[in-house]
């Protein structure tokens, strides 16, 4: 009778049962452009930027409309999407530059330590020193790897073969282990080669419908702003090839695509600042064999700090087993596999900057803090005696060289003033508050009309609410301690010490000789 019994509950067991795939962990690969703005992909109907491989990834999963980085500037931003953080939860790691804390793990070392093969290939966690465990450099985002070459389309576009080495990747994973790989292009950074969207991408100038309102609408800014678009292209013409050898190989079924880019484009009022272009993010996820109802389109507010704790759910490592320190960010699991429009709670993101690149007495950074909900951006700046793109006299150096800075910049030598360099450049009041909706180049500052008074304080309050709660050091008088953090890099290391001695040898970067003032200036 016993026989029976088992026998009859093993049958039903693989009846329930005979209907349903087998669950795998699925394979990761999280893809990561460099200096890219929403909305300037195919699939946001952008006309004049080509990108078939992050459009498929969108018509096939899920496209998010509000999604944001919490730090515009590379090192910062990426160590938020590897440990589910804010950038001012980090400490050194929420610098430009810095050193990687040992405290803080990332989801790729996490996800090895469960079973995961894990590698990179292009750029990864940087600018900055990523330490040491047992005597051994980290791996933050995995094995490098770096080997293969090609022939760049343009001089300053990077020699690494990205589809190439994940090729290599791909072959080196043990049958049946899980994988998890970071695909970190080197495009769109600066430099760009001028004129190369026209002369090798085949672009017009006529192609742009619009400049934004804070450049100058010339021919040196749509040429620039076209170079821009033949980089982006490059990242993604490189992700296509992946996609393709996962389709070939019979992988991309179990495999969650990400596709986004970690701080706005290398131009003036973008990357390095906190507006709706610095931070607001394109972002696209496919996951064919988790992902219900592919094409939608998701308009929560989600933050790069929802990436690491997303991946620890797909991958089955729960909070009782991660050794990593406690993450901030919310699984997008329910908007992925549940076809649920709504993480529940509130719906609202923060962002904010400390020190980015150097340039100013002292190592100073420009700290901000602020808070987007209801298609209001809400803006704290600290410090307003500060230059917020870096100091004059020593090239704005918190804004990469390139042929629209050093426009707007040769416009006011030339007229006495620019409203373009005041938006760029200039110093900023203690608040600043933008209707997004209405006004998404945040020209429009409302702090000081009275029918907004309510919203400003609203949003103040629950920023300020927030960041206590995430304690955050500006919150309890300790904020000066990002700038006591030193620079991981001899060129950056007092950099404005040096130059105002005399100093001209000092390597200064992304910027144009031109850019630096020759006298500081007094407004």
């Known amino acids: 009778m016993k026989l029976s019994i088992t026998f009859l509950i093993i049958l039903l067991g693989f009846t329930s049962c005979k209907d349903e ?40 999963g899920v496209l998010f409309t509000n999604a944001y980085t919490p730090n515009a500037k590379c090192a910062p931003s990426r160590a938020c999407i590897l440990t589910g953080r804010n950038s001012w939860q980090l400490e050194e790691a929420g610098n430009h530059v810095g050193n990687f804390p040992k405290k803080f793990t990332s989801y790729v070392e996490e996800l090895k330590d469960h079973g995961y093969f894990v590698g990179y ?92 309102g804070f450049w100058p609408d010339n021919d040196t800014v749509r040429t620039d702003m076209l170079d821009y678009a033949f980089e ?52 696209a996820i496919m996951w064919p064999d988790g992902i219900k109802n592919p094409g939608r389109v998701s308009n929560e507010y989600v933050s790069f700090i929802d990436i690491s704790p997303t991946f620890l ?18 699984s997008l699991l329910p908007i992925l596999k549940d076809n649920k429009l709504s993480l529940g709670g509130e719906n609202f ?75 760029a450049f200039g110093k900023r009041q203690q608040e600043e508050l933008y209707n997004l909706k209405e006004d998404p180049y945040c020209l429009d500052n409302l702090c000081s009309i009275t029918d907004f008074e309510q919203v400003k304080e609203k949003l103040k309050n629950k920023l300020f609410e927030q960041l206590k709660n995430q304690e955050d050091p500006r919150m309890f008088g300790n904020g000066d301690v990002f700038d006591n953090y030193p620079f991981q890099s001899d060129k950056f290391r007092n950099f404005y010490e040096k130059y105002m001695n005399g100093d001209r040898s000092v390597n200064t970067g992304w910027v144009n000789k031109s850019d630096f003032e020759k006298e500081p200036l007094d407004e």
Not at 270 to 278: D, F, P, V, W
Not at 394 to 416: M, Q, V
């Open 232 to 283: 982006v292209e490059y990242f993604d013409s490189q992700l296509l090839q992946m996609l393709n050898k996962l389709e070939e190989t019979g992988q991309l079924e179990n495999t969650i695509v990400v596709v986004t880019s970690d701080n706005g484009m290398p131009f003036p009022r973008c990357k390095a600042q906190e507006y709706e272009i610095s931070n607001h993010m394109p972002l």
């Open 21 to 60: 795939k087998p669950q795998t962990r699925p394979n990761i690969l999280f893809c990561i452009a460099d200096d890219a703005s929403f909305p300037y992909m195919g699939a946001y109907g952008c006309s004049w930027v080509k990108t078939p491989a992050f459009d498929k990834v969108a018509s096939s």
């Open 121 to 212: 290939t292009g750029k990864s966690w940087e600018p900055g020193n990523p330490g040491t465990i047992n005597g051994k450099k980290r791996e933050l985002t995995g094995r490098a790897y770096n080997q293969a070459k090609k022939e760049k389309p343009t001089r300053w576009i990077s020699t690494t073969d990205y589809s190439t080495n994940f090729n290599h990747f791909l072959n080196d994973v043990p049958d049946g282990q899980p994988w998890c790989f970071w695909y970190g292009g080197r495009e769109p950074h600066r430099r760009y080669e001028f004129g190369s969207g026209i002369k090798k991408g085949g672009k017009t100038l006529d192609m742009i419908d619009e400049v934004p």
């Open 349 to 423: 993101v923060l962002i904010g900057r400390e020190r980015h690149d150097f340039g100013r007495p002292n190592n100073q950074g420009y700290p901000i803090r602020g808070i987007i909900e209801d298609e209001m951006l809400y803006l704290y700046n600290f410090k307003t005696e500060l230059w917020p793109g870096g100091n004059p006299e020593t090239g704005y150096l918190d804004c990469d060289g390139s042929p629209t800075k050093t426009f707007i910049l040769n416009e006011r030598r030339e007229n006495g003033q620019s409203k373009y360099w005041q938006l």
């Open 313 to 330: 759910e797909v991958a089955g490592v729960s909070e009782s087993e991660r050794g990593m320190q406690k993450i901030t960010g919310r």
